[in-house]
């Protein structure tokens, strides 16, 4: 598939992106934060879980996995991945290695693993993974995302999403602007813009091809912690707003991360901007929390509990499957699941 095919199949109407890609030491923090039982077994189960849940390809175009998952087996000895690919769903790789602070910042980040990116992404490549993620995160505090951070940041973005195309894999680049803080909409909204203006000058510098490329982009919301909570209509507004003066229209799709958003404000935002605005490029989601919060409690490590768990992962990815086309209402999660 070339690049545009695999970029427009991924923003196909009415389906959305699940982000697998939690590392695996995360995943068992995570697990323990939780109270659920770790064992050796459980990032495998929860992979296959998660990639195996029926009728998942309905509402979910790709799943961003790790390198560790692009390689899990089931019992029988099969490749995941390919299970993945059967049942019409595109692999994509997060192939970072971590986050690093940026030397001489203040605590800033910038994701590491460029080493041998090159020959990395020619492997994935060649056992069917469609697409690359990489994401940089930008705290908003005094002083805070500085210049440094933010072209640091969008360079290395740029040149993942270079060596993506070069390795025929579509970039989704992620400039996450992140939700925690005491800041204003009126402040989410111009770090976002300073944000999504710099990335895009790195990804012309770049030489990337923008309509082989996708954008997973935070929503301009009040911080978590500001007493003026932004409402539904508002942070639509605002977020349409922003990508329509800084995404160039060639970008086939933007696909939101939940950034710590509560199920349901993930949805009912992507739904407003949907319901209510012309856009010049496909919205829909790319979610890891707004997706798996809920089906990870109910599995709680315990293979009883696997169909109910893949039943509430399928209700989430409906939902919003439906919020991308603008067709989601509150009565709808009432559905049993
Ligand atoms: P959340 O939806 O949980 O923010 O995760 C999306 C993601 O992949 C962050 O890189």
């Known amino acids: 598939m070339s690049l545009y095919e695999i970029a427009n199949q991924l923003v196909a109407a009415g389906k959305g992106i699940m982000a697998a890609d939690r590392p695996p030491a995360a995943f068992e923090q995570l697990l323990e934060s939780e109270g659920i ?20 390809n309905d509402y979910v175009s790709g799943i961003i996995m790790t390198p560790e998952q692009v390689l899990l087996r089931n019992d029988a000895g099969e490749p995941l991945i390919a ?12 192939p970072f290695t971590g986050m690093i602070t940026l030397a001489g910042s203040d605590g800033e980040t910038v994701g590491s693993g460029l080493d041998g990116l090159r020959e990395r992404l020619a492997e994935v490549a060649a056992l069917g993974v469609g697409f690359t993620k990489w994401r940089a995160a ?13 072209e640091a940041n969008a360079y290395v973005m740029a040149q ?18 992140m939700l925690v803080g005491d800041h204003t909409i009126e402040t989410c909204f111009a770090v976002t813009e300073w944000v999504l203006s710099r990335t895009f000058e790195a990804l012309y510098v770049h030489r990337v091809d923008l309509e082989g490329t996708l954008v997973k982009a935070s929503m301009v919301v009040s911080g ?11 942070v639509a507004e605002q977020t349409v707003k922003v990508f329509k003066r800084q995404i160039p229209a060639a970008i086939p799709g933007i696909v939101f991360l939940s950034g710590g958003q509560s199920d349901y404000h993930a949805t009912a935002h992507l739904n407003a901007m949907n319901a209510d605005y012309e856009l010049p490029w496909k919205l829909s989601f790319s979610y890891a929390r707004a997706l798996q919060r809920e089906p990870m409690h109910i599995w709680g490590n315990r293979p009883e509990n696997v169909a109910a768990a893949q039943a509430a992962l399928y209700h989430r990815a409906k939902m919003n499957g439906l919020a991308s086309l603008g067709l989601w209402t509150e009565e709808l999660e009432g559905e049993s699941v």
């Open 224 to 234: 978590q912690d500001c007493a003026a909570q932004a409402d539904v209509d508002t």
């Open 37 to 56: 039982p770790v064992d050796e077994a459980a990032y495998r189960n929860w992979s296959e879980l998660l990639f195996t849940t029926p009728k998942l």
């Open 138 to 150: 930008f705290q908003i505090g005094p002083g805070t995302p500085s210049y440094y951070a933010i």
């Open 160 to 177: 993942v999403a270079a060596l993506s195309q070069e390795a025929g894999l579509v970039p989704i680049v992620e400039p996450e602007v």
């Open 83 to 94: 299970g993945v690919i059967d049942r019409g769903m595109i692999p994509g790789i997060s």
